[in-house]
């Protein structure tokens, strides 16, 4: 409501971080103590006789809001701030992959 689009960026990304860690820990899977577990994610998933295509796109989501999260804290390299890198179409944008990535999760937790 505050128009600070890069910190819902980043909430977007801690969620989505957090949901699939907590699926990966609930798989018996030891998930990497960095924030990009793409790779991570697809590997476990797969193994465990999920689609290539759901693992792909889950781990795609995963990577692409870690991608954005060092922006969403610090900004830019050429000196532009967060809240000047992230609009209000960013934020939705956020909010629609990580609604997507808690879906997935918890229809996977579901079917275990």
């Known amino acids: 409501g505050r128009g600070e689009w890069h910190r ?3 909430k977007a ?7 699939l860690k907590g699926l990966l820990r609930y798989l018996g899977v030891e998930y ?12 476990a998933l797969v193994s465990h006789g999920l689609p290539e295509t759901t693992a792909q796109r889950l ?3 995963s990577d692409l809001l870690a991608q ?5 804290f610090y900004g830019a390299d050429d ?3 967060a809240e000047e890198l992230f609009d209000r179409a960013a934020a939705e944008q956020a909010r629609a ?16």
């Open 59 to 61: 781990a795609t989501i």
């Open 32 to 43: 990497p103590k960095v924030h990009r577990i793409g790779e991570a994610v697809r590997r």
């Open 8 to 10: 819902v960026v980043r």
């Open 97 to 112: 992959l990580v609604a997507e990535v808690l879906s997935g999760v918890e229809g996977l937790m579901r079917g275990y």
């Open 13 to 19: 990304q801690e969620a989505a971080e957090l949901a």
């Open 79 to 81: 000196g532009r701030p």
């Open 68 to 72: 954005d999260r060092e922006l969403s």
